[in-house]
């Protein structure tokens, strides 16, 4: 999988991006919101990116921000809601305001999303609700949330358990990554 491309920018266009690395040119779909704070043709970029595999498509989306990709992911995992849709909804409006949106149930504003109707739009909240704010935590706390749940991940524990040692890790007090995997760990051994 493709997580990253830092290189040069060839070509700028709202249907996407290429970017040259090492000689090579990705094609890369953004979001049309990112589209303005993409530099022009030679200028140096980096991109977060999620590689999205079909048995007859391989396509590589790009975000700025980490968190923009964290939205993405998440919602390619509700029901009826492909990379299409997905980058139309981060397209439709910032991200903060999507979770916003979301958290405060309001499906008035997801549905001035192009190709969001109001049964996908509640669809998105019911499924979304308990996820969104998770993301919303570890963007106010800074990455050290995220990349501890990360850790505790690969390490082979649930993501579920994982979130909820680090939350309570938090809460504690701990705000270094280091901090948090050590007071998450005596969390999950505690049993609590």
Known sequence: MIASLKGVVSSKKPEGIIVEVGGIGYHVSIPLSSLCNIPDPGGQIFLHTYTHVR?????LYGFLSEEERKVFVTLLG???????????????????RFMKAVVNEDISLLT???GLGNKTASRLILELKEKLPKILVYSSKGHAAGDAVSALVNLGYKNFLSEKAVDAAVKNGATSIEGIIKEALKYMTEGK
């Open 78 to 96: 509700v029901n009826g809601i492909g990379p299409k849709l997905s980058l139309a909804v981060l397209s439709g409006m910032p991200v903060e």
């Open 55 to 59: 048995e007859d498509v391989l396509q």
């Open 112 to 114: 001035t999303i192009p």
